[in-house]
């Protein structure tokens, strides 16, 4: 889940933001609720005409983790029409780790096990436009 945060003072008109996705990612669906969005080539883009100062909203994007274990990042972008002061915290990068489960149940986490069955450890994001 990505939170958007409008710190004002005005509303900002025809906000966009990106997530380009990790490599390997697949199956992806986008928002439908207070965000229209679209997926293309590993970049998520979602869309809101306004977007109110002091309003909060998440956009909930669901993919399938790449399968390759290790660390990977995200990186979300957030800009608007309108002007803004403080650009610096229009992106986030997230590294997090894509980390094996033991799906055979010995204990051990490993290759003998059904893979690409991975447990992602995802810290928090917020952006703000």
């Known amino acids: 889940m990505l939170t958007v945060e409008n710190l004002g003072p ?8 990106e997530d380009g996705l990790p490599a390997g990612s697949a199956s992806v669906s986008v928002p439908a609720s207070d965000w229209s969005g679209s997926e293309a080539e590993g970049i ?4 809101r005409l ?7 909203l998440n956009i909930n994007i669901r993919a399938t983790a ?6 990977t990042s995200n990186s979300v972008s957030v800009r608007s029409t309108s002007g803004d002061g403080h650009v610096e915290n229009n992106v986030s990068v997230l590294t997090f780790d894509i980390l ?5 149940g010995d204990g051990v986490p490993d290759e003998s096990d059904n893979l690409p069955c ?12």
Do not use: H, K, M, N
């Open 10 to 17: 005005e509303t900002a008109r025809e906000v966009q933001a």
């Open 44 to 47: 998520v883009t979602c869309y």
């Open 50 to 56: 306004a977007f109110g100062a002091g309003e909060t």
């Open 66 to 71: 790449p399968t390759a274990i290790g660390s």
């Open 100 to 104: 094996p489960v033991d799906t055979e």
């Open 118 to 129: 991975c447990l992602l450890r995802l810290p928090w994001s917020t952006i703000r436009p």
